[in-house]
Nanobody
Framework: QVQLVESGGGLVQAGGSLRLSCVAS????????MAWFRQAPGKEREFVAA????????DYPDSVKGRFTISRDNAKNTVYLQMNSLKPEDAAVYYC????????????????WGQGTQVTVSS
């Protein structure tokens, strides 16, 4: 069982930066691949970034590649999402997800999800 708690959301101007954090409970964090998703009102949930258990492999969609960076600190049970050059279309609730399989967490079928943190980008 893993519980995920996101933080770091807020209001930022377009072009600005935010860093989201997701802290996982339990002592087996390093056995989980992690991902970030987002969902804006009236839109489908969208994959944002994923990182493998060791942190060696990462994956991003084209919409955020070069602007967002996912990282993890297994000693702190935490995964981060550094978001730079934010655009109004990045505004959404951002969710953290975990699964033991990288392909499942990328696909959005991961077993564990956080409650989300709101990101608002003003133009």
């Amino acid at each position: 069982q893993v519980q995920l708690v996101e933080s770091g959301g807020g209001l930022v101007q377009a072009g600005g930066s935010l860093r989201l954090s997701c802290v996982a409970s339990g002592r087996t964090f390093s056995t989980y691949a992690m991902a970030w998703f987002r969902q804006a009102p009236g839109k489908e949930r969208e994959f944002v970034a994923a990182i493998s258990r060791s942190g060696v492999a990462t994956d991003y969609p084209d919409s955020v590649k070069g602007r967002f960076t996912i990282s993890r600190d297994n000693a702190k049970n935490t995964v981060y999402l550094q978001m730079n050059s934010l655009k109004p279309e990045d505004a959404a609730v951002y969710y953290c997800a975990a699964d033991v399989q990288f392909y499942r967490v990328v696909a959005g079928t991961g077993g564990y999800w956080g409650q989300g943190t709101q990101v608002t980008v003003s133009s």
